[in-house]
């Protein structure tokens, strides 16, 4: 069996790497300058991708089902949007500045053993969201086979009813994933030009098909003006019941990138300077995700009056097939090169934000045995082997569940931010963050530190009634006021955590505030005086310990 597990464990790349142990190994350890290769514009290309896909589309189309209308759905994309800029600047801080991932970031935060609650919790995230955006990439597939084969979209269903999903969904899915095992190998380093490939393609098709529906329709179609007529749900009759609706909307708008926001030291590790991450990411991740959320909800209109017969064609994948079918040979080979934008924007957004993120995470637990592409590709297998399509059919208990996630995950960010600019300002000791003993600063008690608890505990509690009864199939009877609370979820628990983590750690400062390593332990910053020492972004990474201090 020692046998067995030994041929099991990670092995080194280069001579001058460490052992991997049970805390660490080269995708874990703090990364040296040589693989910090994320520029701004690389950041720039990543949030393109992850704004302009299938989930953004129908971003401010969801809104419209809770009685907003198409610009009230929009100024809460935009309010949501601009916090998820300033969360994902503020949450990538220690990645940009420390260069370590997730589940380093938590040993601090929580412990060396507690940082395996957050961790759990995010690889969970992880593995479903793959799944699920893998049926989104399998559908756009579909659109694509379709397009060179129309008879595809009428292929027999030889599938049983109870297995959720027909014969050409099926194989458009397989083909999906069979072409993302090989993206998986592409280290994270190594994803700026697909970056730039894929967001250039993505923006051109998504505004070519906006452009085109406005021009078809002379308009922008009758949701603008008349949305409860095809969407079905009452306008909010007073203005505080449209406040708390657009309160939610902000809410459901960050929390639908919140999965994103906890683990994002898991992408600004490869920033090739501290301030890399931080105007590029501000600037693109609400603008990205307000224009094609827009683009969504106008096309979804004028498709709602071009094609009254096919109904709301909420994603980008129904439209195409809409389109291709009340058109002629042309239509055919726009939806074609179309279909492939939104297959790239797939991988995009499934590669690196599910796939490698998991795999990052995974590697936290079994470091010694695992890394970072052993670790997504156990992501992937996972993914696909709990058949996510069932997740999207019906009513799902258990989507709705982790669609309410950021009742947990907002606490979280909260605990792990204040913690790293207001607890610590900023100052670590990286060698202690591999340091699994009571000799370490961040050991705290028996590996868990009891005020992140606390104070992550606060932030949940005032949320549960309203989550518990929302994802309860049956009315509950829970008073409104728990359900207003539960409509500002991830601000509010952030903001209670937030407050809870600072006033305990105030009270009873954990022990070694203020201290940093006196040398350089893992070649984090040495390694830059070794490159070229003209550029800029170099010169900060030589100097960054000295700027923190």
Known sequence: ???????LEVKRKHDSEEDPTAWNNRDIVPLPPSRRTW????????????????SGWTTASSLLGIGL???????????????????????GFVGAEWHVGFPVYNRFVWGMYGS???????????????????????????????????????????LPENAG?????????????????????????NLRKPFLVGSITITIATTAIFIWAIAKERGGGPLLSRPSTFVGVTAPN???????AMAYGISSTIGSTSAGILNQSDYTRFATCPRAQILSQLIVVPVSTIIVALYGVIVTSCAADLYPEEGLLWAPYDLLRAIQTHGGPGARAACFFAGCAFVLSQFGINIPGNALSGGIDIAGLLPKYIDIRRGAYITAAIGIAICPWKLLTGTSVFLTVLSSFSVFIGPLTGTMVSDYLLVRRKKLRLSHLYTPSASSIYY???????RAVVSWAFGVW??????????SPTPLGVPEGWSHLYDLAWPLGLCISAFVHVVLSWAFPPVGLGEVDEADVFGTFAEAARSDADSESTKEIIHVQTLLL
């Open 1 to 7: 069996m020692s046998g067995l597990l030994q041929r």
């Open 69 to 91: 209308n198409v610009w009230q759905a929009m100024i809460s994309v935009i309010v949501g949007q601009i916090v998820v800029g300033i969360a994902v600047v503020g949450n």
């Open 462 to 471: 005032p949320l549960m009634p309203g989550f518990i009864s929302s994802v």
């Open 238 to 244: 007073s203005s505080a019941k449209l406040g708390w």
């Open 39 to 54: 520029g701004s514009w690389s950041f720039v290309g990543f949030w393109l991708l992850t704004g302009f896909n299938i």
């Open 165 to 189: 999903i027909e014969t050409n969904d099926l194989i458009g899915i397989m083909i999906f994933a069979a072409l993302s095992v090989p993206l998986i190998l592409v280290p994270p380093e």
């Open 116 to 158: 395996f609650f957050p961790l759990l919790m995010r690889i969970l995230l992880s593995i479903v969201w793959y799944g699920v955006q893998l049926v989104f990439g399998g559908m756009s597939t579909k659109v694509v086979i379709g397009a060179i084969r129309p008879s595809f979209y009428n292929l027999k269903n030889t």
């Open 444 to 450: 705290f008690t028996y590996g868990v530190n009891i």
